[in-house]
């Protein structure tokens, strides 16, 4: 995101945000947002980059877009008076769904800020007839004092792309995907093949029971699974939160058996779940529970710790990291990273491995204060920096981690990822991946596996989503950012929300690139190409000139 006019490059919106974001009801983050307001007003050339400019919600581009404005009101004018910096009324315009009514509407959007006459020609038209300076963004004329002229002129406006086309989002923002910088040739291609696959021979992965794009269970997880949903049904009659606990519990089960189990034990305890953001729903849910819900937990509990309960996962997991290859390498060998959302089944899956891999040191990637390294059946605690430290020198080539390695950590040391559960969120699968699939990767194509139990809730969404994964390059840019509890009620439905997202994504993608596709040029400014020793003052000079 930018200001018109210079560059300082400001990376502090984005960290803020990992650590909670921007501009929610949380004291550190608002205090944050305050911080980066003040630093806005202190700054003569402005640019923020993110790679998430939305995380969790649309209000956190207007934060970004709200620090530029601060000292600057040409990004979303002057906010006392404007509709710009109101982004529940103004979302509904820059997503094209909206138009103003009638022209007195249109110039009210139009004139806090006015464009500059550079971007379109009716702006140019109006800035002339008003006599607005070059350098001036705001004019305090009402409607009916512009003459029938202009008044006609701004009829333009009304038009239903006009301003989805222009608006502060647009004019402010610039989107550098990474199909983008490749089809420009500024990045190298790396490409992702995708297990299990679909077309190989039934044979491809020997011992591993696949059945499509699921995995086999057993009976005590299929038990275990119906107690799941007999428990959220019970729930449902007598608590709205039905939904969202079902939507819990059908994750954390999906995720493993160890994940399944420890999750029904926590919440027998009625603990409050780590990394479970609505904390205190789930603690008044869990205070009311009946004696039929208590009994649906103690059967997934009891079906999960039967011996013959073996994780099917964990198989998989062993077979491709010891015995699949690729490039005639094991994936062990290339290197791999292990994904989950949660802790349970990071630490069980990390102190299974350490088991049946003698020797190899597995790294557990976690939040603050559980990471370590085991070593056969030792674990040792360490910090975060530690593993980042050994596997970029080789000295771990395995990792199993939660989604607090998504972001800031760089792996492409390791050549292949397994998904051990699936996000109900497209972002953070891409955001996994972008660990390994970035600059400096040494393979040209990475491997990564998704597994899901045959038959649950993982399984249907997983499918919807693969058959939109058909880009090896860019495997995710079609697919929405978060996929909403909702969708999921059943798959025609959300078949079709995400073919409506996906096709209004690409609309407003076509938007930014189409705006802004002239300024990639990659003859242009090929630093690695100098001849010479930059000094700091050439790079300040170089980051000074205007866009």
Same mark, same amino acid.
């Given at each position: 995101?930018?200001r018109?006019?210079?560059?300082?490059?400001?990376?502090?919106?984005?960290?803020?945000?990992?650590?909670?974001?921007?501009?929610?009801?949380?004291e550190?983050?608002?205090?944050?947002?305050?911080?980066?307001?003040?630093?806005?007003q202190?700054?003569k050339?402005?640019?923020?980059?993110?790679?998430?400019?939305?995380?969790?919600?649309?209000?956190?581009?207007?934060?970004?877009?709200? !620090?530029?404005?601060?000292?600057?009101?040409?990004?979303?004018? &002057?906010?006392l008076?404007?509709?710009?910096?109101?982004?529940?009324?103004?979302?509904?315009?820059?997503?094209?769904n909206?138009?103003?009514?009638?022209?007195?509407?249109a110039?009210e959007?139009?004139?806090?800020?006015?464009?500059?006459g550079s971007?379109?020609?009716?702006?140019?038209?109006? &800035?002339?007839?008003?006599?607005?300076?070059?350098?001036?963004?705001?004019?305090?004329?009402g409607?009916?004092?512009?003459g029938?002229? $202009?008044?006609?002129?701004?009829?333009?406006a009304?038009?239903?792309?006009y301003?989805?086309?222009h608006?502060?989002?647009v004019r402010?923002?610039?989107?550098?995907r990474?199909?983008?910088?490749?089809?420009?040739?500024?990045?190298?291609?790396?490409?992702?093949?995708?297990?299990?696959?679909l077309?190989?021979?039934?044979?491809?992965?020997?011992?591993?029971?696949?059945?499509?794009?699921?995995?086999?269970t057993n009976?005590?997880?299929?038990?275990a699974?119906?107690?799941?949903?007999?428990?959220t049904?019970?729930?449902?009659?007598r608590?709205?939160?039905a939904?969202?606990?079902?939507? @819990?519990?059908?994750? &954390?089960?999906?995720?493993?058996?160890?994940?399944?189990?420890?999750?029904?034990?926590k919440? #027998?305890?009625?603990?409050?779940?780590?990394?479970?953001?609505?904390a205190?729903?789930?603690?008044?849910?869990?205070?009311? #529970?009946?004696?039929e819900?208590t009994?649906?937990?103690?059967?997934?509990?009891?079906?999960?710790s039967?011996?013959?309960?073996?994780?099917?996962?964990?198989?998989?997991?062993r077979?491709?990291?010891?015995?699949?290859?690729?490039?005639?390498?094991?994936?062990?060998?290339?290197?791999c990273?292990i994904?989950s959302? +949660?802790? %349970?089944?990071?630490?069980?899956?990390?102190?299974?491995l350490?088991?049946?891999?003698?020797?190899?040191?597995?790294g557990?990637?976690?939040?603050?204060?559980?990471?370590?390294?085991?070593?056969?059946?030792?674990?040792?605690?360490?910090? &975060?920096?530690?593993?980042?430290?050994?596997?970029?020198?080789?000295e771990?080539?395995?990792?199993?981690a939660?989604?607090?390695?998504?972001?800031?950590?760089?792996l492409?040391?390791l050549?292949t990822?397994?998904?051990?559960? @699936?996000?109900?969120n497209?972002s953070?699968?891409?955001?996994?991946?972008?660990?390994i699939?970035r600059?400096?990767?040494?393979?040209?194509?990475?491997?990564?596996?998704?597994?899901?139990y045959h038959?649950?809730?993982? $399984?249907?969404?997983y499918?919807?989503?693969?058959?939109?994964?058909?880009?090896?390059?860019? !495997?995710?840019?079609?697919?929405?950012d978060?996929?909403?509890?909702?969708?999921?009620?059943?798959?025609?439905?959300?078949?079709?929300m995400?073919d409506? +997202?996906?096709?209004l994504?690409?609309?407003a993608?076509?938007?930014?690139?189409?705006?802004y596709?002239?300024?990639?040029?990659?003859?242009?400014?090929?630093?690695?190409?100098?001849?010479r020793?930059?000094?700091?003052? %050439?790079?300040? %000079?170089?980051?000074?000139?205007?866009?």
């Amino acid at each position: 995101m930018k200001r018109r006019y210079g560059t300082v490059i400001l990376d502090e919106a984005h960290k803020a945000r990992r650590r909670g974001g921007l501009g929610e009801n949380k004291e550190q983050p608002n205090n944050l947002l305050d911080f980066m307001l003040r630093i806005g007003q202190r700054t003569k050339n402005l640019l923020l980059g993110t790679a998430t400019p939305i995380q969790t919600e649309v209000r956190e581009l207007w934060d970004l877009l709200r !620090i530029l404005n601060a000292g600057a009101d040409h990004v979303l004018g &002057r906010e006392l008076f404007g509709h710009w910096a109101d982004w529940e009324k103004a979302l509904p315009l820059v997503k094209g769904n909206e138009s103003p009514l009638n022209e007195k509407e249109a110039w009210e959007w139009l004139r806090n800020p006015l464009p500059p006459g550079s971007e379109d020609a009716l702006f140019a038209t109006l &800035r002339l007839q008003i006599g607005l300076a070059s350098n001036v963004f705001f004019t305090d004329r009402g409607f009916g004092s512009l003459g029938f002229l $202009e008044q006609q002129a701004i009829g333009q406006a009304l038009a239903p792309d006009y301003l989805q086309q222009h608006n502060p989002v647009v004019r402010h923002t610039v989107l550098r995907r990474r199909q983008t910088l490749e089809d420009a040739e500024l990045l190298e291609r790396i490409g992702v093949d995708i297990y299990p696959d679909l077309n190989a021979p039934a044979t491809a992965y020997p011992g591993v029971g696949f059945n499509g794009l699921g995995l086999l269970t057993n009976l005590p997880f299929d038990l275990a699974y119906q107690a799941a949903e007999s428990f959220t049904a019970a729930l449902k009659r007598r608590t709205k939160a039905a939904g969202f606990m079902k939507t @819990l519990l059908l994750q &954390r089960i999906c995720s493993s058996f160890a994940s399944g189990r420890a999750t029904a034990e926590k919440m #027998l305890r009625r603990e409050v779940l780590e990394d479970e953001e609505q904390a205190k729903l789930v603690e008044e849910t869990l205070s009311g #529970l009946t004696p039929e819900e208590t009994r649906h937990l103690q059967t997934i509990v009891t079906e999960l710790s039967r011996p013959e309960a073996r994780d099917p996962k964990v198989s998989a997991v062993r077979y491709f990291l010891a015995e699949h290859r690729t490039d005639a390498k094991t994936w062990l060998e290339h290197g791999c990273i292990i994904f989950s959302q +949660y802790y %349970d089944t990071v630490y069980a899956l990390g102190a299974e491995l350490a088991k049946s891999l003698p020797n190899e040191p597995v790294g557990v990637y976690a939040g603050s204060g559980k990471s370590g390294i085991f070593r056969d059946n030792d674990f040792a605690s360490v910090e &975060r920096e530690e593993i980042k430290a050994a596997v970029k020198k080789r000295e771990i080539r395995l990792v199993v981690a939660t989604d607090a390695a998504c972001e800031g950590l760089n792996l492409q040391t390791l050549g292949t990822l397994i998904n051990v559960d @699936l996000p109900w969120n497209p972002s953070r699968l891409e955001q996994r991946l972008g660990r390994i699939k970035r600059f400096g990767q040494a393979r040209r194509t990475v491997d990564m596996l998704n597994l899901v139990y045959h038959e649950t809730q993982d $399984e249907k969404v997983y499918q919807v989503l693969s058959r939109r994964m058909k880009d090896r390059y860019d !495997i995710f840019g079609g697919l929405p950012d978060t996929i909403e509890d909702e969708w999921i009620e059943n798959v025609e439905k959300l078949e079709g929300m995400m073919d409506e +997202y996906i096709h209004l994504r690409k609309k407003a993608r076509d938007v930014f690139e189409l705006r802004y596709q002239e300024t990639i040029d990659p003859e242009r400014d090929r630093w690695e190409l100098c001849s010479r020793v930059l000094s700091r003052h %050439d790079v300040i %000079d170089r980051l000074s000139l205007p866009w």
